[in-house]
């Protein structure tokens, strides 16, 4: 098991970036494959983008292809996800998730056993 805390979230424009952070706690989590969720008011979680444990293949949900980016560092034990050309519409809590079946890249969040307490972002009009 590992212990997630995000960071980065906050208010923006609509138009521009955020950089998330999710920091795990424990030596397994090189091993994991990690994800993002996000959970808008009034709506289910649901699948943001994911990366294999060693960081060379990713996945991503429709709505967010080309606008956002998920990477790893697993020398710090962190795994990031940058935000550009941000919408209202990515407004939500957003979560960072740990596989540890890490055989491959999940989308449905039952797969995922640790979460962290999730960031809010707001993005303006």
């Known amino acids: 098991q590992v212990q997630l805390v995000e960071s980065g979230g906050g208010l923006v424009q609509a138009g521009g970036s955020l950089r998330l952070s999710c920091a795990a706690s424990?030596?397994?989590?090189?091993?994991?494959?990690m994800a993002w969720f996000r959970q808008a008011p009034g709506k289910e979680r649901e699948f943001v983008t994911a990366?294999?444990?060693?960081?060379?293949?990713?996945s991503y949900a429709d709505s967010v292809k080309g606008r956002v980016t998920i990477s790893r560092d697993n020398t710090k034990n962190t795994v990031y996800l940058q935000m550009n050309s941000l919408k209202p519409e990515d407004t939500a809590v957003y979560y960072c998730?740990?596989?540890?079946?890490?055989?491959?890249?999940?989308?449905?969040?039952?797969?995922?056993?640790?979460w962290g307490q999730g960031t809010q972002v707001t993005v303006s009009s």
């Open positions: 998730a740990a596989d540890h079946s890490n055989i491959v890249l999940q989308r449905n969040l039952k797969f995922y056993e640790d």
């Open positions: 424990g030596r397994t989590f090189s091993s994991y494959n």
């Open positions: 990366i294999t444990w060693s960081g060379k293949t990713t």
